[in-house]
């Protein structure tokens, strides 16, 4: 009988794992055979020692208005999540640039790194020269918001209009987490799997709803897990876990002299390692209904629009709430 069970047992788990791995073809750790919304192109970059490659789109629109902006990913996304943003502003006028910033998506993957916000804020301006572009807008979410303050601190005559949607790094977390090494990081990233993703996603994103527009991008980071180069993802990734971590922005927003767009989910309460810290410290973590209005007031020319009932991704939990303001700024 223990025979039996243990078989059906196996069996059952080998189903599942055949059922996921239909729904989850496996990539590589340059998404090769992942199609993006628009055309991909590759900007040679040699830094650090290193030959690399930053994939980017560049939408061109039908109609241009002359100007651009360019969209930032967050930590657990590339930029192929900006696809209907960069539609709607196309066809708005704009120019759209979407890089994927070295360690993610189609981007190189470099085995040593030094991860800075500077570091990539001077990829994204390299790429900029390259196009020829010398003023745009910049909007980043989650962790592609604290990159872009830093490119607008560091290049505030490029940066015309800086908008921020659900930014991390609004408050300083090293000051109440304990600090957690690039080893314990990875660690963690080595026992990531999709059903820990999604799991992830829905509890920290969307308050425990789900969809298939939430299940796609769960999936894409799912995807490249069985690869046979997935630890140096998982090495990239907790690299940049400690660049977040270790590198605050927010002590720089008096220093903002464009004017800024907040657009900030109410719902929102993510914080990194505030899983690693007593209830009655997490509890205070990550309160984006009071962070965005301390954001606001320490940013010079701040505008702030809150979306309530929305979580972190207020560009794909709640599109139409996201584009209007969004567009409305940048006129």
Known sequence: MKKLTFRLLAMLLMISANVLAQEIPVQDI??????????????????????????????????????????????N??????????????????????????????SSKPKTFQY?????????KALLDTLGIKKTAILGHSMGGMLATRFALMYPDVTEK????????????????PYQSVDQWYKGELQQSYAKIKQYMMDSYYAGKWTASYDK???????????????????????????????????EFPNLKMPTLLIIGQRDRTALGKASVPENIRSTLGNYPQL??????????????????????????????????????LR
């Open 116 to 124: 800075s916000f500077q570091q990539l804020a001077q990829n994204t």
């Open 162 to 177: 800086l908008i921020l949607e659900n930014p991390i790094g609004l408050e300083d977390w090293k000051t109440v987490v």
């Open 217 to 251: 991008w769960a999936k894409l980071q799912a995807s490249w897990i069985g690869s046979p180069d997935y630890n140096v993802v998982a090495w990239n990734s907790a690299l940049t876990y400690d660049m977040i971590f270790t590198q605050p922005v927010l002590y």
């Open 77 to 106: 996304f590339s930029g192929a999540y900006w696809d209907s943003t960069a539609a709607d502003l196309s066809n708005n006028g704009y120019r759209v640039i979407i890089p994927d910033q070295i360690g993610f998506g189609k």
């Open 292 to 329: 965005g209005e301390n954001a606001a007031k320490a940013i010079h020319h701040a505008t702030l629009v809150p979306i309530e009932g929305v979580g972190h991704l207020p560009h794909i939990e709640a599109y139409p709430k996201f584009i209007a303001p969004l567009l409305d700024f």
């Open 30 to 75: 340059y998404l090769t055979n992942y199609k993006y919304p628009y055309p991909v192109h590759f900007l040679p970059l040699h830094i650090q020692g290193q030959q690399l490659k930053m994939a980017y789109m560049d939408v061109q629109p039908s109609k241009p208005n002359g100007k651009t902006i360019v969209l930032l990913h967050g930590k």
